[in-house]
């Protein structure tokens, strides 16, 4: 989310830059100032530069997040349950290196529990009462 303020800002700054090259004709670039007065109809170059920077930036900040694809951080192979960084197997078409089979996307930041049911929130069993029999 703040990236999206940050290209919102920068497109403004971008178009006020703009306003003010076509009023005053001139950029001012470090400590010097770069005079487009008597350069005919050449201040329109740098006019367009700003125009084209505001527009990228404005569409950076107001786009749809649908179309961008996310990719899983990590894969794990069902059969020899071991977890693979997404980066290290992208270029292998997603096989498993040691067994060969299909990797599968895991969502849980690659922590696997193999714990106890207690550590998984799962219910403890009931403890039965024991029945006595009569003689």
């Excluded at 007065?37 to 569409?59: R, S």
Aim: net charge positive.
């Amino acid at each position: 989310m703040s990236d999206r303020i940050g290209y919102f800002f920068l497109g403004v700054v971008f178009f006020l830059y703009l306003i003010i090259f076509a009023v005053n004709k001139n950029i001012k670039i470090g400590e010097k100032y770069i005079k487009f007065d008597d350069a005919g109809i050449l201040w329109v170059l740098p006019a367009t530069v700003f125009l084209i920077a505001g527009i990228c930036f404005f569409y950076l900040a107001f786009r749809s997040e649908k179309n961008i694809k996310r990719y899983p951080k990590y894969m794990w192979c069902k059969d020899c349950c071991k977890f693979y960084m997404y980066e290290n197997v992208k270029d292998t078409d997603q096989i498993c290196p040691d067994c060969g089979k299909k990797l599968t996307e895991y969502k849980n930041d690659g922590v696997y529990r193999q714990g106890n049911a207690s550590e998984q929130s799962t219910k403890t069993p009931k403890i039965k009462k024991r029945k006595f029999k009569k003689r």
